[in-house]
């Protein structure tokens, strides 16, 4: 459901294969697609008015993390996903260094 300014107020989803018989809540989504024709990624990111910045932050260290081990699976290039898990953890570093910042 979209707000005035058609912002998500609230995201829900369902799976096929899913044995939840309700919908699922969720504050936020991303979704890719790879277009082989053009060789580009289109993407929709999508996120509710109520999600917290730290919630977004977790959202993003933990998208980062599983892409890093796809990225191992899809190309067996350890050190490249290693590297992609190492930017995820220092960013969730500097995230909780400026809070800390902040908050003092």
Not at 35 to 54: C, G, Y
């Amino acid at each position: 459901m979209l707000d005035e300014n058609r912002v998500p107020e609230e995201i829900a989803w369902k799976a096929t294969d899913s044995t939840a018989d309700m919908d699922q809540k969720a504050k936020a989504m991303m979704v890719s697609f790879w277009d082989a024709a053009d060789k580009s990624a289109l993407r929709i990111d999508l996120w509710t008015k109520d999600m917290m910045v730290d919630e977004m932050v977790d959202f993003h260290y933990q998208t980062l993390m599983t892409m890093a081990d796809t990225f191992q699976r899809a190309t067996g290039n350890a050190e490249i996903a290693a590297d992609m898990k190492e930017f995820a953890k220092n960013m969730m570093k500097k995230f909780k260094a400026d809070q800390l910042k902040q908050n003092h």
